[in-house]
């Protein structure tokens, strides 16, 4: 038992749950949470997620968990609620010791953080601040490997190679790697999705350095710099040798014409560098905003001087630069690498290097770092830098805290913005996706307690009315999470719905309707073919088909079957068809008013008058077996069914 008596504890107690509140059974959250009152919060925008309620004492007792065994589902919870439920509390937030107990404990609550790789310190300070933090740098993978199961996070840079192992390694509990930079072609994401492991990146911190880098390296090979300066090292005065080439006027082929690339097109024009790029997914406005033309892979490779490679490695682009593109350059080519060393077949370059195809190349990155025995970097018309291209030190702060931010977000369960294995949402647009996210996955849980028999769900299809273009994925996603958790004990989450889905044989199809609306989403119907329903009102030519919209920012189930119905999706819910006539409502509600089942919200639906309608129920409290058979003999009720949602 320990006392809590203050904001910082409570959040510090919260973050035990480390921003994951446990799911409990009901049994499961009376053994491990007895002093407090569990209420299902409806500001979430995860649908079931538990919030802890306390009655306003001010000096409150807490038994904790025994920190949440593992296999219980986690939900976030953020920060914000927390402070919310200190205000509920009424507790001050001036007293900050925590008690050496509760110390030790929370230290054992907080996500652990591992680090593999050189971070800036106001990143570790972050995390520092959010959970355990372990700085381990040039672990061997076995000990990378040993290691893994004991964190929930992982941090890393280029040099560690997070590959399926690792997450095999890490028995679930890892739940996301943050890549401190932008290339992610050495975390293997099939196998981090196939975990559900999210991966995020910092794409924005580091393109000016590696843009400026790309530069000293063009720069620098033009006028031999590193070169002549080794040669003066050695006590030697070779002007005659080291005669460079100019770059004003000479064409610059930019190979990838993303953020890098498009950094270093700006600064080769103000060197008066005629610069056109290749890339085949870049928008020709950015490219013409900049004064850059947009050209074919040959045309770029074949009238360049200088080529600068910034396309990601990808089985597209892995040695794209081969014998095959030496041979069409122009003879005396310049080649500068500060993307991926895997772009360039090495050994082709060392040939058109020695056979003067290639006059220089400056290499930042290579197929395997650091190179072992390289002809390319012992080359005298190379010039190379151990991937240097993010090192300054104002890129790694800044990616340093770009990554810690997406990683403790993640953590903390929101979605992320820079997720590279799953749809990725901007802060904006999730706020206004938040509700339909809800209202996503609650449809899904309604829909799949309707099922009974039949041969298993095998395919379900979504139809979302929408006035707008609109990215389902993340819809998709919570429907998937929806349908498949209660069913199952795999835990889903925006990472591997789609995976998960597959395996189960789920197929999700989508239909898009236009309407005119002023909402993002007007409405979301799910129907569920070769399937028995539990509830045959449910059924629709067939199919159990269900469907919801968001009123007033919160999820309602709006049609059932063919019936129309208007009832909050909170709480729990009673499908109830009967014959319409007066009494019932008062009748159902008196059941349950006598068994202290409070009522939420009620509706009822019917298509003719004094024939059949349906009633939607909300109630706060699960009722009991006893209750639900009351309900079930009142004449007039031809069919009932409880949904947990
Ligand atoms: N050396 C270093 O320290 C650093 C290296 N990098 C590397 O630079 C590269 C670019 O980074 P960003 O500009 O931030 O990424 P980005 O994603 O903004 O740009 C990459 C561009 O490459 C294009 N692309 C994809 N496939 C292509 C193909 N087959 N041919 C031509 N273009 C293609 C994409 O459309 C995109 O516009 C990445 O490989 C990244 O890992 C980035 C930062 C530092
Ligand atoms: O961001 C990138 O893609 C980089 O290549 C930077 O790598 P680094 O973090 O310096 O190991």
């Given at each position: 038992m320990v006392s809590l008596n203050s904001t910082n504890e409570l959040i510090e107690i919260m973050k035990y749950p480390c921003s994951f509140a446990p799911r409990f059974s009901k049994e499961t959250k009376q053994n491990y949470y007895s002093n407090f009152t569990m209420i299902t919060s409806s500001s979430s925008s995860s649908s079931s997620c538990s919030r802890l309620i306390t009655q306003p004492h001010t000096n409150y007792t807490l038994k904790l968990p025994k920190l949440c065994p593992q296999s219980?589902?986690?939900?976030?919870?953020?920060?914000?609620?927390?402070l919310k439920i200190a205000d509920t509390l009424n507790l001050s937030s001036t007293t900050t010791t925590t008690s050496p107990d509760l110390q030790s404990l929370l230290n054992t609550s907080k996500p652990t953080i591992l680090v593999s790789e050189k971070l800036g310190d106001a990143g570790l300070e972050l995390l520092r601040s959010f959970g355990?933090?372990?700085?381990?740098?040039?672990?061997?993978?076995?000990?990378?490997?040993?290691?893994?199961?004991?964190?929930?996070?992982?941090?890393?840079?280029?040099?560690?190679?997070?590959?399926?192992?690792?997450?095999?390694?890490?028995?679930?509990?890892?739940?996301?790697v943050g890549r401190a930079g932008v290339g992610i072609d050495n975390v293997d994401l099939q196998a981090a999705t196939e975990f559900g492991c999210l991966v995020v990146n910092a794409p924005t911190a580091n393109t000016i350095a590696a843009a400026e880098h790309g530069i000293a390296l063009l720069a620098s090979m033009a006028r031999n710099i590193a070169q002549a300066d080794a040669s003066m090292k050695a006590g030697k005065w070779q002007?005659?040798?080291?005669?460079?080439?100019?770059?004003?006027?000479?064409?610059?082929?930019?190979?990838?014409?993303?953020?890098?690339?498009?950094e270093v097109a700006r600064r080769a024009k103000g060197l008066g560098m005629h610069v056109i790029a290749h890339d085949p997914y870049a928008p020709a406005d950015r490219a013409r905003a900049i004064g850059v033309e947009l050209v074919s892979f040959d045309e770029a490779v074949t009238t360049a001087d200088f080529v600068s490679l910034h396309m990601p490695l990808t089985p597209a682009t892995?040695?794209?630069?081969?014998?095959?593109?030496?041979?069409?350059?122009?003879?005396?080519?310049?080649?500068?690498?500060?993307?991926?060393?895997?772009?360039?077949?090495e050994d082709a370059l060392l040939r058109a290097l020695d056979n003067g195809i290639v006059a220089q190349a400056a290499l930042d990155v290579f197929c395997e770092e650091p190179p072992k025995d390289s002809k390319l970097v012992q080359h005298e018309n190379v010039t190379a830098t151990p991937h240097l291209g993010a090192s300054t030190k104002e890129a790694q702060e800044g990616v340093a805290v770009e990554i810690a931010e997406a990683v403790v977000g993640a953590l903390q369960g929101e979605l992320s913005a820079t997720a590279v294995n799953a749809p990725m949402v901007p802060p904006e647009v999730l706020s206004e996706l938040a509700p339909y996210v809800?209202?996503?996955?609650?449809?899904?849980?309604?829909?799949?307690?309707?099922?009974?028999?039949?041969?298993?769900?095998?395919?379900?299809?979504?139809?979302y009315r929408s006035a707008e273009d609109l990215d389902t994925r993340l819809l998709r996603a919570m429907i998937t999470k929806g349908i498949i958790e209660p069913i199952s004990d795999s835990i889903i989450n925006l990472v591997n719905a789609d995976f998960v889905a597959k395996?189960?044989?789920?197929?999700?199809?989508?239909?898009?309707?236009?309407?005119?609306?002023?909402?993002p989403v007007d409405s979301i119907q799910l129907r569920i073919s070769n399937v028995g329903s539990k509830f045959e009102s449910a059924l629709e030519n067939d199919e159990i088909s269900v469907e919801g919209r968001v009123k007033y920012g919160k999820p309602h189930l709006s049609r059932v079957g063919s019936f129309e119905v208007d009832v909050s999706l909170e709480g729990n819910l009673i499908l109830c068809r009967q014959v319409d006539q007066p009494g019932m409502i008062g009748k159902v509600g008196g059941i349950l008013g006598e068994s202290n089942v409070n009522v939420s919200f009620?509706?009822?639906?019917?298509?003719?008058?004094?024939?059949?309608?349906?009633?939607?129920?909300?109630?706060?409290?699960e009722p009991d077996k006893d209750t639900l058979n009351k309900i079930g003999h009142v004449p007039a009720v031809e069919e009932f069914v409880f949904l947990d949602l």
């Open positions: 219980l589902k986690y939900k976030p919870l953020t920060i914000t609620n927390v355990n933090l372990e700085c381990c740098y040039n672990l061997s993978p076995d000990e990378l490997c040993s290691k893994i199961s004991t964190c929930d996070a992982l941090i890393v840079r280029s040099g560690t190679k997070v590959n399926r192992q690792v997450f095999e390694a890490a028995k679930g509990r890892l739940k996301v002007r005659s040798k080291y005669v460079g080439v100019s770059m004003v006027g000479k064409t610059l082929a930019i190979m990838g014409f993303g953020k890098v690339g498009s892995s040695k794209v630069f081969n014998d095959t593109t030496f041979a069409k350059m122009k003879k005396g080519v310049r080649i500068i690498n500060v993307a991926r060393g895997g772009v360039i077949d809800t209202l996503a996955e609650k449809l899904g849980r309604l829909a799949v307690q309707l099922v009974s028999g039949g041969s298993g769900i095998k395919s379900i299809k979504v139809v395996q189960k044989g789920l197929v999700i199809s989508e239909e898009r309707v236009f309407v005119d609306s002023t909402l009620m509706s009822v639906g019917r298509k003719v008058r004094r024939k059949k309608a349906i009633m939607a129920i909300g109630v706060d409290e």
